[in-house]
């Protein structure tokens, strides 16, 4: 149960004070930044001749702000995370994020002239010393030329880029705030309002009627709404295809992806592997039905814990001895660090009132040190969370500590990757300590519906992204029929629907509605990216010897001093190669092994 945040010890609490010693210093930093910000008309008219010592200043100022910019964001979204009900909080995010739109207009130019630099130019900066350090930015601007525009153009879509903010505000409000959710009578007669916690709590829930009950009422809800979601995600699709066809992209999908230079070939072979993988997960989904004893294994079953009575409990304390326990394949080093995070008060350990809910790593304050966000309640899922959010923060420290401010952001296309592989590490930790058998079982399940979780049902997203956007660039209409009948049909693929693996009430096709990483393009293919490279590190790292550990530790410095593709080559993974798919296929087909060894 959540407490008052004052009562909870302050040793469990983050430390802000690192950032800003009072709410009032941030206020002042704030007009700080907004004076030092007017510096950049100072390189209006500049940048198009290319001169590398403009050019070293200009990058100079622009790292100067983004250190600043970015411990203000840190402050101000932790502050308002810690008790969402404070008005104050939310101004002060506001105020920052109308001095980015104000600033957005009045850097508008930098784009159009740096665009004017011709690629000899371009190629010439790329090695003079002055620059050099900057050459991502230069390989970028060659390759987005085409898509660059006026000066004029450039800030009107400036100026209108935050009506783009309008269909994913919306959404939120209608889901987080107006949606009218059901009474549901459970099974033992206790009344619940079915909102989106007691949704996640049922859909785990040991009693199948109660799953099946919410499930009903949960998707029947939704149902009621599926022409405004429809026409929400209209807005939000038609907004992309705008864009797209202003600055001359031949995808929403080349759009995003450009930018870190990674091929529409990986999307699109991420799509067609997992495909060819269905049999695995179908092979998954069998066992599942098997080990919960139903006839028929419906959708409203794949969440069902197989093993009952199962209750592992850790204090937070203990949770931290697990997490440095599984992190010792990382060296002294890696450790120490993580220690520092925990001594030194860069997390927020317990739920209070108010209190945002799941979890997140931030290392965007970049001259201060990552912050993590938890609700730790004990179980080993919480446990499993504090050390996924600790990889986010090695990864954000590492970068941050190794690269000048500029190499320090490392892309989303392997964010999930350190946090993944620590995931991995504490589940090998616990495979060695977990001696009986359904507890055993219980583990290998629960990696699995990792596997069922990310890799397929990402992918499964994914896939529905893409021609969800086809649509849009095919000016075809944009329903919420037409949508959920289009996630229902990719739905019904991938779990053998019509196979007789597991059935699918046409109900449920709505549930692209309940995704909001779809207002974010081409998001949520990462995950599955991310946790393909993590398992094919992990294996790496635990059967190799110190090169592998350092190649590791070296991506993990690396930040984006390098393409996400050539990054993770360095490190040894090559996602333009079938093999670290392949392996990790090949390793859920050994967990299943062993599970029907266990069950034998």
């Not at 929403?252 to 230079?261: A, F, P, R």
């Amino acid at each position: 149960m959540a407490q008052n945040r004052a009562d909870i010890e302050n040793k469990y609490k983050w430390n802000k004070e690192d950032l800003y010693a009072t709410p009032e210093d941030w206020d002042k930093a704030l007009e700080e930044l907004k004076k030092f910000s007017k510096g950049i008309v100072g390189f209006k008219g500049k940048l198009s001749a290319g001169d590398p010592e403009v050019l070293r200043e200009y990058f100079d100022f622009n790292d100067k702000l983004g250190i600043a910019a970015a411990k203000l964001g840190t402050y101000a979204h932790m502050v308002v995370d810690e008790d969402l009900r404070i008005a104050e909080n939310n101004e002060r995010q506001q105020r920052l994020q109308l001095f980015f739109v104000d600033y957005s207009q009045l850097s508008a130019f930098e784009t159009p002239e740096l665009g004017q630099i011709s690629d000899e130019q371009l190629d010439i900066l790329m090695k003079d010393p002055r620059t050099a350090d900057h050459w991502m930015s230069f390989d970028q601007l060659k390759r987005e030329k085409a898509h660059i525009l006026s000066n004029a153009e450039e800030e009107l879509m400036a100026k209108t880029s935050i009506l783009g903010d309008v269909p994913d505000s919306a959404y939120s409000i209608l889901t987080d705030a107006e949606m009218p959710w059901p009474q549901m009578t459970l099974d033992n007669g206790e009344e619940i309002k079915l909102d989106h916690a007691e949704y996640m709590t049922q859909r785990v829930s040991s009693n199948r009627n109660d799953r099946k009950n919410a499930f009903d009422l949960f998707w029947k809800t939704y149902k009621q709404f599926e022409g405004t979601f429809g026409e929400l995600m209209a807005g939000n699709i038609r907004q992309s295809v705008f864009n797209i066809t202003v600055r001359k992209y031949a995808s929403v999908l080349e759009s995003c992806l450009e930018n870190k230079n990674i091929p529409v070939s990986v999307y699109d072979s991420l799509v067609e592997n997992v495909n060819k993988a269905l049999p695995t997960f179908h092979r998954y989904l069998n066992l599942r039905k098997r080990m919960l004893g139903v006839e028929q294994l419906e959708y409203w079953d794949v969440y069902a814990p197989v093993v009952s009575d199962i209750e592992l409990k850790y204090s937070y304390e203990e949770a931290q001895q697990l997490v440095l326990e599984a992190i010792k394949p990382l060296g002294e080093d890696y450790a120490k660090v993580v220690k520092r995070a925990i001594d030194e008060r860069w997390i927020d350990v317990y739920p209070n009132e108010g209190k945002a809910s799941g979890a997140y790593s931030t290392g965007a304050a970049y001259d201060v040190h990552p912050y993590i966000l938890t609700n730790f309640n004990g179980t080993l899922d919480s446990v499993s969370t504090l050390i996924h959010e600790l990889g986010h923060t090695m990864h954000s420290y590492l970068s941050n500590t190794n690269q000048p401010y500029h190499k320090s952001h490392y892309a989303i296309f392997v964010a999930e990757v350190a946090s993944t592989f620590n995931e991995c590490l504490l589940d090998e930790l616990m495979l060695t300590k977990l001696q009986k058998k359904d507890e055993k079982i219980s583990l290998l399940m629960n990696i699995l519906d990792g596997f069922k979780g990310t890799l397929f049902r990402q992918t499964q997203f994914a896939e529905f992204e893409r021609e969800m956007y086809k649509l849009g660039e095919s000016n075809q209409p944009i329903t919420g029929k037409k949508l959920t009948q289009l996630y229902l049909d990719i739905l019904k693929k991938y779990y053998g629907h019509d196979k007789g693996v597991c059935h699918i009430d046409n109900l449920v096709g709505i549930e692209w509605a309940f995704i909001p990483h779809f207002y974010r393009a081409y998001y949520v293919y990462q995950y599955s990216t991310s946790f393909i490279a993590s398992n094919a590190l992990v294996e790496a790292v635990l059967k190799g010897g110190a090169e592998d550990q350092k190649r590791y530790l070296n991506f993990l410095s690396s930040g984006c001093a390098e393409y996400p593709i050539d990054l993770l080559r360095n490190a040894g993974i090559d996602m333009m190669d079938a093999k670290p798919f392949e392996y990790v296929v090949d390793k859920m087909n050994r967990i299943m092994d062993e599970i029907e060894k266990l069950l034998a």
